[in-house]
């Protein structure tokens, strides 16, 4: 098991209820994405990892920079608010409540997957 829940490569059975929430979360999550990429300078992409059995506390959005630079920039500049706020207006669009978003957001970069993982994110997000 990853660092995030369940690893990519896991077998996982969803109930139903559990592939509804995924579809949600997948539709939200994009047009957070697609509103980052106009947004702000190096965000290349991002993904969720979660445990239904542990929804919503186990959810783990993974936001990805093209390089430490650029997230680095990112990270100390307002626009960190801006996305967390985004990402928790999307969510609650969903009837997905989070508390404390810090906590279920985490970044990362192109950069780094290519020198640590040799570029293999499914690696890199178990």
């Known amino acids: 098991m990853g660092p995030f829940g369940r690893g990519i490569g896991d077998i996982l059975i969803m109930r139903k209820s ?3 929430i995924e579809n949600n979360l997948r539709v939200a999550l994009t047009d957070v994405c ?3 990429l106009k947004e702000f300078t190096g965000f290349e992409w991002l993904t969720h990892v979660v445990n239904y059995s542990d929804f919503p506390r186990s ?6 920079f093209d390089t430490n630079v650029n997230l680095t920039r990112f990270l100390n500049s307002s626009n960190c608010h801006d996305l967390e706020g985004l990402i928790c207006k999307k969510l609650s669009c969903i009837n997905v409540i989070i508390k404390n978003i810090n906590n279920h957001i985490a970044y990362d970069t192109e950069e780094e997957c290519i020198k640590v993982n040799n570029g293999k994110w499914a690696d890199r997000l178990c």
Do not use: M, Q, T
């Open 59 to 64: 959810l783990k959005i993974v936001c990805v």
């Open 18 to 20: 559990d592939k509804k």
């Open 34 to 36: 697609e509103s980052a």
